[in-house]
Nanobody
Framework: VQLQASGGGLVQAGGSLRLSCAPS????????MVWFRQAPGKDSEFVAG????????SYADSVKGRFTISRDNAKNTVFLQMNSLKPEDTAVYYC??????????????????WGQGTQVTVSS
């Protein structure tokens, strides 16, 4: 499974960005999809996750109410809509997939398939 993440960029605080991640290969609807991020000098942090059907979502407390994860199984794409961005959201954002469970684990070690990362920079 190969994951292609896109949509990062430079935005001012308070702005918005939408990240996309499109897995290739097997049936997308069989994967739990998640987003992690890693800021310079910091550990990887779970951001959001979505179940196979899209019926269950989960978020880190730091992004709850500002970020929305969604998926379009017909288009084989998962999205992360990021609103009210803050400088502390600056990080490389990675999507990851799990074909073995319908639970979006917040532990990065639980995922075998990762995208290449997309940089998000929020200026103050």
């Amino acid at each position: 499974v190969q994951l292609q993440a896109s949509g990062g960029g430079l935005v001012q605080a308070g702005g918005s960005l939408r990240l996309s991640c499109a897995p290739s290969g097997r049936t997308f609807s069989n994967y739990v999809m998640v987003w992690f991020r890693q800021a310079p000098g910091k550990d990887s942090e779970f951001v959001a996750g979505i179940s196979r059907s899209g019926g269950r979502t989960s978020y880190a407390d730091s992004v709850k109410g500002r970020f929305t994860i969604s998926r379009d199984n017909a288009k084989n794409t998962v999205f992360l809509q990021m609103n009210s961005l803050k400088p502390e959201d600056t990080a490389v954002y990675y999507c990851a997939a799990d074909p073995y469970s319908d639970y979006a684990s917040p532990v990065s070690g639980g995922y075998d398939y990762w995208g290449q990362g997309t940089q998000v920079t929020v200026s103050s």
